[in-house]
Every structure is written in structure tokens, then in C-alpha cells.
T-cell receptor, first 104, second 111 residues
């Protein structure tokens, strides 16, 4: 059984679109990461959230610990946002993530 | 400040050999985690060490082992290599196992 479920698994968008990636988890956690991995590249930590909302540039992440749900939003998407986005609970399991492709 | 460093960046081994991968955490970080990422899949958790003690272990065979040194650097050892061990091995460090900072990885190819 997966502790973390991400949706969608694959997402293709046009440049400029607003994008949402969702993450739901079945275990109680205290914090959650949003990570970005470009093809062939290393992993970059975008956010670590334990409550509320965080914003960095065009990226916004929200979390509701009680509802065990987190979302990553990308405003005005750009082809350079094309990557795999992963949301592991703090420290442990990873899913395969959401593969995002933004077309010009 | 230097980020998480890993060595080597690439290596090629043959089946049955043993390999040691190294990780140096960010200065001040006491927790190191190891992940295996097979091509096309998300990273899979292998081990977490905090203050030189194993704090978590993923679903990997006993061929995989690790340790953390007094300076908080870490080594991942894999014995009796199999073709399926070919992957990117990622190390991440954190202060107390919370926000993790990833190294560039070591790409292992087993032939």
C-alpha cells in the first residue's frame, strides 16, 4: 500500500497555464517536502511544509495536516518547469511523482 | 557554503563486485539519508542515519549496508552487485531529518 498518492501521474500543459499537482497521504506526518527533478538531473528541494502555505516565485505550496493533503501550484507555467515533482513525507518514502511537461 | 557532496560521480562495476559510495553532508547537519533511483522511477529510501545511529531502513536486501562517521559523513556499501543495482544513488542531509538537501548523486553501472 502506498503511503503517498500523487495526482496526476503525468501532466502536459501549454506555456502560461496554471498547474496544480496534488498529494494525499495515508499516514500521520508532521511535515512534507516538494521536490523537483529535471531529466538526468539531481533533486532540488522546493519546499518543506508543516502548515499553511509557502510561496517562492511562481511556485505556491499548501498543506493541510489534518486532511493529509498538500498541493503544489505553478502560475504562468514555462517550459523550464518541465520536470518530475515529488512529495515525500518528511524523511522517508518517495512515489514516482508527477511528470510535468510544459509546451511552448 | 558547500552543499552535500558525493563521490565518485560515476563508476562502473561488474556483477559480484563490491562498491562503496561516499557522502559528506552540509556542515552542521547530523542526519544523512541514502536513496536509490532506478531510471524512470522515483527515489527509493535505503537508510537514514542520525548521530551515527541507524534510524530507518527501507526494503533493501542485506547486501546493502551503511555507516555514519563521527564527522557525520557516511558510506553506503553494496556487496555482490547485481545488474539491477545499476541506479543513481542519492544522499541527502538534514539537521534533524526534516528538510533534506540532496547531493548530485553517484551513478553506478553494473555490467
Amino acid at each position: 500500500k502506498n503511503e503517498v498518492e500523487q495526482s496526476p501521474q503525468n501532466l502536459t500543459a501549454q506555456e502560461g497555464e496554471f498547474i496544480t499537482i496534488n498529494c494525499s497521504y495515508s499516514v500521520g506526518i508532521s511535515a512534507l517536502h516538494w521536490l523537483q527533478q529535471h531529466p538526468g538531473g539531481g533533486i532540488v528541494s522546493l519546499f518543506m511544509l508543516s502548515s499553511g502555505k509557502k510561496k517562492h516565485g511562481r511556485l505556491i505550496a499548501t498543506i493541510n495536516i489534518q486532511e493529509k493533503h498538500s498541493s503544489l501550484h505553478i502560475t504562468a507555467s514555462h517550459p523550464r518547469d518541465s520536470a518530475v515533482y515529488i512529495c515525500p513525507p518528511s524523511g522517508m518514502r518517495f512515489g514516482a511523482g508527477t511528470r510535468l511537461t510544459v509546451k511552448p | 557554503d558547500a552543499g552535500v557532496t558525493q563521490s565518485p560521480t560515476h563508476l562502473i562495476k561488474t556483477r559480484g563486485q563490491q562498491v562503496t559510495l561516499r557522502c559528506s553532508p552540509i556542515s552542521g547537519h547530523k542526519s544523512v539519508s541514502w536513496y536509490q533511483q532506478v531510471l524512470g522511477q522515483g527515489p527509493q529510501f535505503i537508510f537514514q542515519y542520525y548521530e551515527k545511529e541507524e534510524r530507518g531502513r527501507g526494503n533493501f536486501p542485506d547486501r546493502f549496508s551503511a555507516r555514519q562517521f563521527p564527522n557525520y559523513s557516511s558510506e553506503l556499501n553494496v556487496n555482490a552487485l547485481l545488474l539491477g543495482d545499476s541506479a543513481l544513488y542519492l544522499c541527502a542531509s538534514s539537521l534533524r531529518g526534516l528538510e533534506q538537501y540532496f547531493g548530485p548523486g553517484t551513478r553506478l553501472t553494473v555490467t
